[in-house]
């Protein structure tokens, strides 16, 4: 079971990237997933989740309608649409499985830096 | 937003009892998750649903969840257990994680 993201990069104030993070290992299909990011010496803050068939997203208040999930299931992978960035957007961006029946994330990948030049 | 708050630091002694409070506004309503997140790692799962523990992980690590404050308890602590530990849960279709909180194993 293994979630790898790649994308990350720097990136100046008020542009693009998107991030990718494939899955292997388990039926992908079959899971809720989430973007969750860490911040330079920080903690940990949830971003944006997707249902199984992509029909259904949330995200945290601060980056609504500047990050954009989505997912392709037959491809196995999970991607994080990122535009108008800002410095705060500066972190190591997680992507993570639900537990399938439970409100938790029992598998994630090793991270991908974004950095937000101002 | 909901907002969950951790002790900043909690220090152990090797083989001793280490607790971790997660308070939080009727928290005991809500399910709680626990990470354990080692410098340059991942986090990793180690309770959920308030008091399960995921395959792998050892039977030191519990957690309890009533009134506003989860608690996970590692039990005869080991160096290994030295981390960032964070709290986890769920209100109106979004996430929160607790503010976190560095365990040294003195």
């Known amino acids: 079971v293994l979630l790898v993201e790649s994308g990350g990069g720097l990136v100046q104030a008020g542009g693009s990237l998107r991030l990718s993070c494939t899955a292997s290992g388990f039926t992908f299909r079959s899971h809720w997933m989430s973007w969750v990011r860490q911040a330079p010496g920080k903690g940990l803050e949830w971003v944006a989740d997707i249902n199984e068939d992509g029909s259904v997203k949330n995200y945290v208040d601060s980056v609504e309608g500047r990050l954009t999930i989505s997912r392709d299931n037959a491809k196995d992978s999970l991607y994080l649409q990122m535009s108008s960035l800002r410095a705060e957007d500066t972190a190591i961006y997680y992507c993570?499985?639900?537990?399938?029946?439970?409100?938790?994330?029992?598998?994630w990948g090793q991270g991908t830096m974004v950095t937000v030049s101002s | 937003s909901h907002e969950l708050t951790q002790p900043p630091s909690v220090s152990v002694s090797p083989g001793q009892t280490a607790s971790i409070s997660c308070s939080g506004d009727?928290?005991?309503?809500?399910?709680a998750s626990w990470y354990q997140q080692k410098p340059g790692q991942s986090p990793v799962l180690v309770i959920y649903q308030n008091s399960k523990r995921p395959s792998g992980i050892p039977e030191r690590f519990s957690g309890s969840n009533s009134g506003n404050t989860a608690t996970l308890t590692i039990s005869g602590t080991q160096a290994m257990d030295e981390a960032d530990y964070y709290c986890?849960?769920?209100?109106?279709?979004?996430?929160?994680f607790g503010t976190g909180t560095k365990v040294t194993v003195l």
């Open positions: 009727k928290l005991g309503d809500k399910y």
């Open positions: 986890q849960a769920w209100d109106i279709s979004a996430f929160v």
């Open positions: 993570a499985r639900h537990l399938i029946g439970y409100i938790t994330f029992d598998i």
